[in-house]
């Protein structure tokens, strides 16, 4: 796998990030993270690489909680 990208939170999420990885063409994680532990991850299947990003930038502005 290959980190493509990473977010950080800012404001009340800013002790959140989020990793975007790509396995293969079409396969892409997103690991959510906050204090600097692993919460989850995503797999997206068939989806864009924006997709991928939409989905971890949603992690660090607290649209996504888990």
Not at 35 to 42: C, G, I, P, T
Not at 51 to 57: L, N
């Amino acid at each position: 796998m290959e980190l493509y990208h990473e977010f950080f939170g800012s404001d009340n999420y800013e002790e959140r990030r989020s990793q975007v990885w790509r396995q293969e063409p079409d396969t892409w994680f997103v690991k959510f993270f906050e204090k600097d532990s692993h919460v989850a991850d995503r797999l997206i299947v068939g989806h864009t690489e924006r997709y991928a990003e939409d989905c971890a930038e949603n992690w660090v502005i607290g649209v996504i909680n888990v």
